[in-house]
């Protein structure tokens, strides 16, 4: 990613309610699984800074882009206390993570360029957080993570009371297995931090291809028991919730092209969002001169 591997090399030189929303069976049935890893830089941007906090970022992009770096999604928070922008990247291992440094190691024009505008930007954001998190599938729908035609995300932080956690699997498992007899469209893809923040804080993600899905996804997170659940199971359920959550806060993001390098399959899902992504932009012919009058 353009901030984790090019902040290393400065110091070592970067998701949803509990929600369902109208996908078929055969949607469900092709998806791949979400990446085991989740590496989240969190860049806080100060107020009235964002303008040309996106330029540098989208430089910082075009520079990874040119490089082949591994590829990265961008988040940018629509609701929330300040903006906050998300980078995140995908692993099957911490040894992929090794390896994605690489690029940033073995290319000293590279880990230039990106010092620079890490330099550059010091002013326009606060202090960023890394958040490694592991994909939690007994806890998840079988959706990918970043699903075709994507542009908007919600993403539930959610804080469990310490040594609380069996309960608050519970519910998840229990409601997981309910919409899949039920056949019902689930769209959680669920992550548990691993390091970075508290352990006990859960991130559940859900994408969305408008807005107006995403606002009609953002309904309590934890208290989601909406399809036919006998009275008993609902007591749980309920009974659950009021011990292992401690908080629950949604966020909303809009996916941002430009500041992103995003990977191949996601540009063919939606080539016209990613117009303005640095691949995309990369291969756009030149501008013609106009032909001066004779």
């Given at each position: ?15 949803a309610v509990v929600?369902?929303?109208s996908i078929?069976?055969a ?15 969190r860049?806080?941007v ?9 330029r540098?970022?989208?430089?910082a ?7 082949g ?8 928070a629509i609701?929330g ?5 998300w980078?995140?990247?995908?692993f099957?291992s911490y ?6 440094s690489g690029?940033?190691?073995r290319?000293a ?8 505008l890490?330099?550059?930007?010091a ?17 998840s729908?079988?959706?990918e993570?970043?699903?075709p ?5 919600t993403?539930t ?9 069996r309960e ?5 498992r229990?409601?997981?297995l309910?919409?899949?007899k ?5 769209n959680?893809?669920?992550?548990q ?5 508290p352990?006990?804080i859960?991130?559940i ?12 996804a953002?309904?309590?997170a934890?208290d989601d028991?909406?399809l ?20 629950s806060?949604t966020w ?8 992103s ?7 063919a899902?939606d ?6 992504s640095p691949p ?15």
């Amino acid at each position: 990613m353009a901030h984790m591997p090019y902040q290393r090399t400065a110091v070592r030189l970067l998701l949803a309610v509990v929600s369902c929303v109208s996908i078929s069976p055969a949607q469900q049935a092709r998806t791949a699984p979400p990446p085991a890893i989740l590496e989240i830089y969190r860049d806080p941007v100060k107020p009235a800074k964002m303008v040309e906090y996106a330029r540098i970022e989208g430089e910082a992009a075009l520079a990874c882009t040119r490089a082949g770096t591994w590829p990265y999604l961008t988040l940018q928070a629509i609701t929330g206390p300040q903006v906050e922008v998300w980078y995140v990247e995908g692993f099957d291992s911490y040894a992929s993570v090794e390896h994605s440094s690489g690029a940033f190691i073995r290319n000293a024009a590279l880990g230039s360029e990106l010092n620079r505008l890490m330099d550059a930007k010091a002013n326009l954001v606060g202090d960023a957080r890394v958040v490694f998190a592991h994909y939690r599938d007994d806890l998840s729908s079988n959706m990918e993570l970043v699903q075709p035609r994507a542009r908007f995300f919600t993403v539930t932080l959610v804080t469990v009371r310490p040594g609380h956690e069996r309960e608050f699997e519970e519910i998840h498992r229990t409601l997981k297995l309910l919409r899949q007899k039920a056949g019902a469209a689930d769209n959680r893809v669920v992550y548990q931090i691993a390091s970075g923040m508290p352990k006990n804080i859960y991130l559940i993600f859900s994408a969305h291809r408008s807005l107006q899905d995403a606002g009609i996804a953002l309904d309590p997170a934890v208290d989601d028991y909406t399809l036919d659940v006998d009275e008993s199971t609902r007591n749980r359920l309920d009974d659950y919730t009021r011990v292992a959550v401690q908080s629950s806060e949604t966020w909303l993001f809009s996916v941002n092209p430009a500041m992103s390098n995003p990977a191949g399959e996601w540009i063919a899902d939606d080539p016209e969002f990613w117009r303005s992504s640095p691949p995309l932009q990369r291969q756009a012919p030149p501008k013609k001169a106009a032909e001066s009058p004779r």
